[in-house]
Structure formats: structure tokens, C-alpha cells
């Protein structure tokens, strides 16, 4: 996947294959002969300094560490081939495929077995008490070899409770309903396969209701 398939409507940066996003820049670039990308995370002028490379350089190394226990758990994500703390950056395997969200909007006849995937992936990251923080489909990619691979894990969490799970699941919801209104079919199959595979499932179902029923009473 290439920078401007992954961030449609992006600004990029002088013709150049560099994107600029809420919180971070992302430039391919080659590593050792390998396709690459740097993710970097600029500093914000708008935050005390110290607190701003605090902040970049935690983000930093928390999204690297969760990518890195991923990986462990048999969750498919970008290989990491160096991080520079200092400048707050990853350099990673530059992943080629589509993006989920794209997909499914162009293939909604096949959108059933890509959502039973998603929720084996799934599965298999919180069976790890691994949770991402942000699953959405265009945090996700359909890798051209048929996997599904989750980028973009710099705001989860690892050691993950009960609740974070369920916070991690609320969110995957939201997203794909009113990303993919059209397939809540395949969202049913998503979560059929998930719960299928984690092995406290009765507790995650109730806590997903929990956090729902406080969004309507709050």
C-alpha cells in the first residue's frame, strides 16, 4: 500500500510521497533495499516543550512496543525496522495490499469473509491482552498475500482489562456502522468469528453492553 492509497484526500507535502496526519507524518522511503515508511511525530508548537517531547517520544515507543507484542500474539502488523526516540520516529515495513475500508466498499459481495477475518485478528490480539485504541477499517489493510494487518496502534494498550476490551470492541462498532451501514451482515459474521475465539466471551458481551448503555444514559 502505497502513502496516497493509504490517506485519501491527504495534503501531501510538495508532490512527494509524504502525508501529513493528526498527529504524525508518514514518508515512504527505502530501508537496507526493503519498501519502507517513517512514521514521525513533529513537535507541537502549541505545548510546553518538555511536555511535547514527553508526549511524542512515550507515543513513540508505546506504539512500538504494542506493534512488537502484536507480532508475538500472531497478529499481523508493519515490521519494525528502527526507532529513533530522539526524533520520535519508526521506520517499518511498508505494507502491500488495500486498505479494509476501500475494500469492502468496492467488494461488498466479499465483505463476509473479510469481516470473519478482522475478527480472528482481532480475537488473537485480545486473547493477548493487547488492545489497539483505534479499530477502524482504515486502520486496517488487506495485504495483497490475503492477511489482514493492523497499523496505527499507537494509542493501545497492552496488559488490557476486561473493559478495555470492551471499550476497544464499542469503538470497532461505531466505526464500522456508520463506515459500512450497508454490511451490518458482515458485521454480525465480524463478531460471530470474534467471540468464536476468545475464550471469556460471556464476560466481554456483557461489558460491551455495559459501555453501551452508559453512552445512552449519559
Excluded at 505494507?95 to 473479510?114: N, Q, W
Excluded at 482504515?138 to 497499523?151: A, Q, R
Excluded at 463506515?179 to 475464550?199: E, G, K, N, R, W
Aim: glycine content about 6%; proline content about 3%.
Amino acid at each position: 500500500m502505497y502513502i496516497r492509497d493509504r490517506f485519501p484526500g491527504t495534503m501531501f507535502h510538495n508532490g512527494s510521497d509524504s502525508a501529513q496526519g493528526a498527529e504524525a507524518v508518514i514518508t515512504e522511503t527505502s530501508y537496507l533495499g526493503w519498501d519502507a515508511v517513517v512514521k514521525s511525530r513533529p513537535p507541537k508548537v502549541y505545548r510546553l516543550p518538555d511536555l511535547d517531547a514527553h508526549i511524542r517520544s512515550s507515543r513513540t515507543r508505546n506504539e512500538a512496543r504494542i506493534m512488537h507484542e502484536a507480532r508475538a500474539a500472531d497478529v499481523r502488523t508493519p515490521c519494525i525496522y528502527d526507532i529513533d526516540l530522539k526524533e520520535c520516529s519508526i521506520t517499518m515495513e511498508r505494507i502491500k495490499g488495500t486498505m479494509v475500508k476501500d475494500y469492502l466498499d468496492e467488494h461488498p459481495e466479499d465483505a463476509e469473509r473479510v469481516c470473519r477475518m478482522i475478527g480472528e485478528c482481532v480475537a488473537r490480539l485480545h486473547r493477548a491482552r493487547i488492545c489497539h485504541g483505534d479499530l477502524t477499517t482504515s486502520n486496517m489493510i488487506l495485504t495483497d498475500d490475503g492477511e489482514i494487518c493492523l497499523i496505527d496502534m499507537s494509542m493501545g494498550c497492552t496488559r488490557a482489562e476486561t473493559e478495555d476490551i470492551g471499550v476497544d470492541l464499542r469503538l470497532l462498532e461505531r466505526a464500522f456502522t456508520s463506515a459500512h451501514i450497508d454490511l451490518l451482515q458482515a458485521y454480525d459474521a465480524m463478531m460471530d468469528s470474534y467471540y468464536s475465539m476468545v475464550p471469556d466471551a460471556k464476560a466481554i458481551r456483557k461489558k460491551v453492553e455495559e459501555i453501551k448503555n452508559r453512552g445512552r444514559y449519559t
